[in-house]
């Protein structure tokens, strides 16, 4: 199987606080993972795709300084919601394709759902 | 660039019945793959099904399958015998097979719901 954890799966903070949430790869490397913002009832916003090695690829609109992207290993990405505010209260799913596996699906994690008071 | 139309934001269905939901797609490429995603009331999101626009044989997978017509951009999802458990919502995502690049582009989404 192609198993992605995400952590933590909820999180509450105060306004102007950072925020970090892990994405790992349980049983296969991943070498690109993406990042998604959800909003309840509509698809999911790729918000920036995160390469083991160099920088994130970021989507327009999109603030880098922001979100923060470090894709640390083949198995762990991590974004960080810089001085949060109650507007980036929302679900981010992460994803990371199984390049092993025909037709290279990816897999999601389970979510993390922020709260910004 | 692509796009990924899902028209009907809901469906409902009997238990143990069948639906299709509907997909369609605009790209200038000729190889890429194609999927259907469920992401039930928990928000997992779930693959459900994949395809290959090069093969011209449609996948299936148990109680689901699809119906792609490449000339005409439409993947169709098509579930049997309707469970309660299939009450979702279901995405239809496209990705180019070229190139190293996993983007994946999302539709819109439906909401099944399957009623008792």
């Known amino acids: 199987g192609a198993v992605v954890s995400q952590h933590p799966s909820r999180v509450i903070c105060k306004s102007g606080t950072s925020v970090k949430i892990e994405c790992r790869s349980l049983?296969?490397?991943?070498?690109?993972m993406f990042w998604y913002r959800q909003f309840p009832k509509q698809s999911l916003m790729l918000m920036a795709t995160?390469?083991?090695?160099?920088?994130?690829?970021?989507e327009q609109g999109v603030e880098k300084d922001k979100f923060l992207i470090n894709h640390a290993s083949l198995t762990l990405s991590t974004l960080t919601v810089t001085s949060a505010h109650p507007e980036d209260s929302s679900f981010y799913i992460c994803?990371?394709?199984?390049?092993?596996?025909?037709?290279?699906?990816?897999?999601f994690g389970p979510g993390t759902r922020l709260l910004v008071l | 660039a692509q796009t990924v139309t899902q028209s009907q934001p809901e469906m409902s269905v009997q238990e143990a019945e069948t639906v299709t939901l509907s997909c369609t797609y605009d790209t200038s490429e000729n190889n890429y793959y194609l999927f259907w995603y469920k992401q039930p009331p928990s928000r997992q999101m779930i693959l459900v099904i994949r395809q290959e626009a090069y093969k011209q044989q449609n996948a299936t997978e148990n109680r689901f399958s699809v119906n792609f017509q490449k000339a005409a951009k439409s993947f169709s999802l098509k579930i049997s015998d309707s469970q309660l458990g299939d009450t979702a919502m279901y995405f239809c995502a496209f990705m180019t097979a070229t190139g190293a690049n996993s983007k994946l582009t999302f539709g819109k989404g439906i909401t099944l719901s399957v009623r008792p």
């Open positions: 994803s990371a394709p199984n390049r092993i596996v025909a037709q290279r699906p990816q897999y």
């Open positions: 995160s390469n083991e090695g160099s920088k994130a690829t970021y």
């Open positions: 049983d296969f490397q991943a070498t690109t």
